[in-house]
């Protein structure tokens, strides 16, 4: 990281700095709770469903309801990077000191950012003062145009930014600003960009900003209202000087954002966005490896479960994430061939830097360098055929026309998988999509049933929405059908998961995973001899509960090939598949089982639907040949999870669009 020499000096004092680093917070009371499968007081106030629609709903706000400067270490929706150094501790080393967790939990999210201003601190020409801008893009003083907010402000409503600050002992001094970078009396002619306003202070601080803090947290403003905003590079500036705080100093900052008027805020909200995939509890592993992160997949599923309830509300909904599929694909950074990627970040999707405006895959850092999420660059063709059965059920419901750009994206999905994963093998089908490692980008040689029983579907459903090319996609749709059908064991009345990644039709017999048996029902409800596989599941792939006395309470993801699985976790997603192919099979028996597992197992506090029911559920599934760490699922609040609740209360069948009692 690159430091700039930019002095920013108060009138009568210096000011200094010394670190800032992000900390991993105490879980907060809310996530705690959330952890508690037990707590039903939320359920006496509103249905299950209710709540399940009432969870998808926050997730899908949570980062657009402001503008965010700062809410969590590594968090999807920030927008700016403390990287504005300045004074006495430019390319000093030795400003990042701890991680170490806050004295005491106040009940703030993830994680807070600790300033530290050490009393003895030595360096040669010494400043006595130091600060910090947290700007965009990364070092910007000047050489870059920052954020356009004017699009959020309307003149009749208010537009602050404010944050949340404390001091260790409530004796720190500190000075806070709004804007100002490359502006009188710190301009400089040679850079050509500047913040569009400030310096601005909080209200009710002394000269220039300066605040006094107190032990216990305090919300603080600085008022944006009259203010341009077309060109915001650093809205938020700490400032510390050693002449008022001679023995040091300890602080915290937490909630640092631009708040908009309801205008603006429904503007931002209506933007087309995804939905985080998982709620995180830490930043640190495993969750740091998904805590930005929107899977495609997932997002298919929550628009989906918006369309099949179908409220008003709830059209407005799937319009965001359907109009994000449509935006991923028409702006890719590499691609303009119909693809999308398997996952991208949550908040914006797209943010400006030297190459213009990018879209935004998730990651992590890795000792001070980015760690791109190889996977989200990739593309599944499972992952994309949801989308296209998504879009299409959107294109039926909402927007039946023949140029829609729905269809058009659907269409442009289904002709890319065509183009790079048909195969021309024996057992007929598509191949696994494209693979993104190493900076490179493969062909996915292993075939899947998943998959294919997706793009089965996604191209029935092309065939009768797209009648000028309805021979071309029925012929596609019987193309991936011929793999399904060589992936049925008739004497173990299940199907395998797929072949192996040699290219050949090789059979991989390694794991028989839980959701094929309840997906190809699902995708040939008319095929009355695959709804044997569930009879096959309910042998092999129960999970047991001794909250439910021992008898089977859903369903694990990994199968047992020739014995019942001993008591594992319960994969509520895949139990939330069963329950539907039970309805669809005319079970209901079995499918008001798995209901009342959800009921008593599944839920959250904030209504959303755990990804399992233990600390981890092993899928079978490894990579890199077998010699990678067995994938996993993880005790997460998972959108994906409680899609497929809404799925299974309602009794409908995602693939066709169709209600079954």
Same mark, same amino acid.
């Given at each position: 990281?690159i ?18 680093t992000?900390?991993?917070? $105490? ?9 508690n ?35 969590? &270490? ?13 004074g ?40 006595k ?6 700007? %965009? ?17 309307? +003149?009749?409503? !208010?537009?602050? $930014? ?54 216990k ?11 341009? $905003? ?43 966005? %995804? ?28 628009l989906?479960?918006?369309l099949?309830? =179908? ?11 359907? @109009?994000? &599929? ?32 990018? *879209? ?8 001070? +360098?980015?760690?791109? @999420? ?9 992952n ?27 269409? /442009? ?5 065509i ?17 993104? /490692? ?6 996915? *040689? ?15 459903r *092309? ?5 000028a090319?309805?021979? !071309? #996609?029925?012929?596609?749709?019987k ?91 319960? #994969?509520?997603?895949g139990? =939330? ?20 597992? &959800? ?10 639907? &755990? ?15 077998? +010699? ?14 409680t ?19």
């Open positions: 990281m430091f700039n020499s930019f002095a920013f000096k108060n009138h009568s004092v210096y000011f200094c700095i010394s670190i800032i992000f900390i991993e917070f $105490l879980i907060t009371p809310s996530i705690t709770s959330a952890l499968t037990n707590n039903t007081n939320w359920r006496s106030q509103s249905s299950m469903l209710n709540s399940a629609f009432d969870f998808l709903n926050s997730q899908q706000d949570l980062f657009h309801q402001t503008f965010i400067i700062y809410q969590d &270490f590594n968090c999807g929706g920030n927008h700016f990077i403390p990287s504005g150094w300045m006495d501790f430019i390319n000093n080393p030795n400003k990042i000191l701890d991680t170490r967790k806050p004295p005491e939990n106040d009940g703030m999210g993830l994680s807070i950012i600790e300033i530290n201003y050490p009393a003895n601190f030595t360096r040669k020409n010494r400043e003062w130091a600060g910090i801008y947290w700007q %965009f893009p990364e070092n910007n003083w000047g050489n870059y145009t920052g954020y356009n907010l004017n699009n959020y402000v309307f +003149k009749d409503e !208010k537009v602050t $930014l404010e944050f949340l600050a404390k001091g260790e002992t409530g004796e720190e001094y500190v000075q806070f600003k709004s804007g100002g970078i490359n502006r009188p009396p710190y301009y400089k002619e040679t850079l050509p960009y500047q913040d569009s306003y400030g310096p601005l202070t909080p209200e009710g601080s002394y000269c220039d900003g300066l605040i006094k803090l107190h032990p947290w305090q919300r603080y403003k600085i008022d944006l209202s009259k203010q341009d $905003l077309h060109n915001v590079i650093g809205p938020f500036c700490v400032v510390l000087a050693e002449d008022l705080n001679p023995h040091g100093a300890t602080f915290y900052l937490d909630k640092i954002e631009i708040i908009f008027g309801p205008k603006g805020k429904q503007k931002r909200l209506n933007e087309p966005h %995804f939905i985080r995939s998982f709620i995180p509890i830490s930043f640190n592993p495993p969750d740091m490896y998904f805590q930005k992160t929107a899977y495609v997949y997932d997002n298919a599923l929550a989906l479960a918006y099949a309830r =179908g409220t008003p509300e709830d059209q407005r909904r799937a319009k965001i994430i359907a @109009d994000a &599929f449509v935006y991923v694909q028409q702006h890719d950074n590499e691609f303009n061939d119909g693809r999308i990627r398997n996952a991208y970040s949550s908040g914006d999707l797209a943010e400006k830097n030297a190459n213009g405006w990018q *879209l935004r895959f998730p990651g992590w850092p890795n000792h001070n +360098k980015w760690s791109m @999420d190889e996977y989200a660059k990739g593309s599944d063709c499972g994309m055929a949801w989308t296209i059965i998504a879009l299409i059920t959107y294109w039926e419901k909402i927007d039946k026309s023949i140029h829609s750009k729905y269809l058009e994206a659907a269409q /442009k999905m289904a002709k890319w998988i183009k790079n994963a048909y195969s021309n093998s024996p057992f007929g089908g598509f191949t696994g999509g494209i693979i993104f /490692k190493g900076n490179t980008y493969s062909k996915a *040689l292993w075939k899947s049933t998943e998959h294919n029983i997706d793009l089965y579907v996604a191209f029935s *092309l065939a009768k929405a797209d009648l090319n309805k021979d !071309k #996609w029925l012929k596609m749709a193309h991936a059908q011929k793999f399904i059908y060589h992936m049925w064991d008739k004497k173990r009345d299940h199907f395998w998961t797929g072949t192996r990644a040699n290219g050949r039709d090789e059979i991989n017999d390694e794991t028989i995973p839980l959701d094929v048996q309840a997906w190809a029902v699902l995708a040939m409800p008319n095929k009355t001899g695959f709804q044997r596989a569930l009879n096959w599941a309910m042998k092999k792939c129960c999970a047991h509960s001794q909250n439910l006395n021992g008898i089977c309470s859903g369903f694990e993801f990994k199968c047992e090939k020739d014995a019942p699985n001993d008591p594992h976790g319960i #994969w509520w997603e139990t =939330g598949q069963m329950c539907v192919a039970f309805k669809v099979a005319g079970m209901n028996k079995a499918a008001n089982m798995c209901r009342a597992s &959800f009921h008593k197992l599944a839920f959250a506090s904030n209504g959303g639907v &755990f990804a399992c029911s233990t600390l981890e559920c092993f899928t079978g599934f490894r990579d890199n040949g077998g +010699k990678d760490e067995q994938r996993k699922y993880y005790k997460r609040i998972h959108i994906g999870a899609s497929w609740y809404i799925f299974c209360e309602l009794g409908w069948n995602p693939y066709w669009d169709k209600f079954y009692n």
